[in-house]
């Protein structure tokens, strides 16, 4: 979750304490969003279970993906209605 795939926090190189305190913080936080964020829509729309019993997309790569997708056009092109459904989204987490 924290390596390449994920929030690839080794490409940071950060060796201040202070600093890789508040960034462990910042992606605790990202990382309780990413996994609520995939059981709602784990709840919206179940999808396939594999024989052994595990999902075939874990909850926290499904979540962390679509907010990826939610978030990154707001960097180039803001939409307020956009923007105010992942406020509201996020605050109920």
Same mark, same amino acid.
């Given at each position: 979750?924290?390596?390449?795939?994920?929030?690839?926090?080794?490409?940071?190189?950060?060796?201040?304490?202070?600093?890789?305190?508040?960034?462990?913080?910042?992606?605790?936080?990202? %990382?309780?969003?990413?996994?609520?964020?995939?059981?709602?829509? %784990?709840?919206?729309?179940?999808?396939?279970?594999?024989?052994?019993?595990?999902?075939?997309?874990?909850?926290?790569?499904?979540?962390?993906?679509?907010?990826?997708?939610?978030?990154?056009?707001?960097?180039?092109? %803001?939409?307020?209605?956009?923007?105010?459904?992942?406020?509201?989204?996020?605050?109920?987490?």
């Amino acid at each position: 979750m924290f390596e390449a795939r994920g929030f690839d926090l080794e490409a940071t190189h950060l060796t201040a304490s202070d600093r890789l305190s508040r960034l462990l913080g910042v992606l605790a936080l990202a %990382y309780c969003w990413a996994y609520v964020a995939g059981e709602w829509l %784990y709840a919206q729309r179940p999808w396939q279970v594999k024989k052994h019993g595990r999902l075939m997309v874990s909850l926290f790569r499904r979540g962390l993906d679509w907010l990826q997708r939610l978030f990154l056009p707001l960097c180039g092109n %803001y939409s307020q209605q956009g923007a105010a459904f992942a406020l509201l989204f996020l605050s109920r987490t």
